[in-house]
């Protein structure tokens, strides 16, 4: 059966993408599912009820986007444990695995999604700030907003890697969190290149267009959700073969692929 496999995890992402393309655009819809408490708030974050800025509102706000991440991070959950077995060639089935991935991985989902929430709602927060004082200059503004961007960045690269970790290893979260940080820097190419996928994400948050919109979210449910996790779960484990399971776990190496015969 091993010599069907594919040898590299490039062949693996051509044919998840042509015989299983279906299952990675049925990912991404049931991905939408849990973001569309986000778009919710995209809406009526800043409408009537919020428009104006003030500690109240935006305290709410704060709140807003921390259960929203957490939600949305429950479904990342799933969705990571369902690329696993997919990858791990273990005869994935995708309604059932991703409801046991949501499950089964909820707390450190949870505490993931929080963990950004709070980062990215401070960040919202740091905004709201800046445009009712006269503190700082636009350019300074800028610097900070700049930064703040960036470490958010950095975070959610470390924390997709302790979900893809904690898909197969046992260890405590903040350990996880850890070699995360230490992957998202020494492996920062690859992982920008697949954050990139959720561009569209930045496109629906900053631009009040309903074009861009409706062209943006369309994208991320039906194509780029699914998409996305396949290829950090790829990547993930290309990385954990040259770390983790090189040091503690020899058997993982290169589970899925067709191994050289030495």
């Not at 996928?197 to 780029?224: A, G, K, Y």
């Amino acid at each position: 059966m091993e010599t069907k496999l594919p040898s590299t995890r490039k062949e693996l992402l051509k044919d998840i993408l042509k015989y299983r393309f279906l299952d990675v655009v049925v990912l991404s819809l049931l991905m939408g599912l849990f973001f569309l408490i986000r778009i919710v708030l995209i809406f009526f974050a800043e409408s009537t009820f919020f428009s104006e800025i003030n500690l109240f509102n935006g305290l709410v706000k704060y709140v807003l986007n921390i259960i929203s991440f957490i939600l949305f991070f429950l479904g990342l959950g799933g969705a990571f444990f369902f690329a696993k077995k997919l990858v791990w060639s273990e005869g994935s089935n995708l309604r059932r695995d991703f409801f046991e991935g949501v499950f089964k991985n909820a707390k450190k989902t949870v505490l993931s999604g929080f963990i950004l929430g709070f980062i990215y709602g401070g960040i919202h927060l740091l905004g709201d700030f800046f445009s009712v004082s006269n503190v700082f200059s636009n350019q300074t503004e800028f610097v900070f907003l700049g930064i703040s961007y960036a470490f958010f960045l950095l975070m959610s690269g470390a924390i997709f890697y302790v979900l893809t970790q904690c898909m197969i290893y046992e260890d405590r979260f903040f350990h996880l969190w850890a070699n995360g940080l230490k992957f998202c820097l020494g492996n920062g190419l690859k992982t920008l290149l697949c954050l990139l996928l959720l561009f569209p994400f930045l496109l629906i948050e900053f631009f009040n267009n309903e074009i861009i919109f409706l062209f943006s979210f369309c994208l991320l449910v039906f194509l780029l959700f699914g998409l996305f996790v396949i290829c950090f779960t790829l990547i993930s484990h290309e990385l954990f073969d040259h770390t983790i399971n090189a040091r503690q776990y020899p058997d993982l190496i290169k589970k899925g692929l067709k191994k050289d015969e030495n």
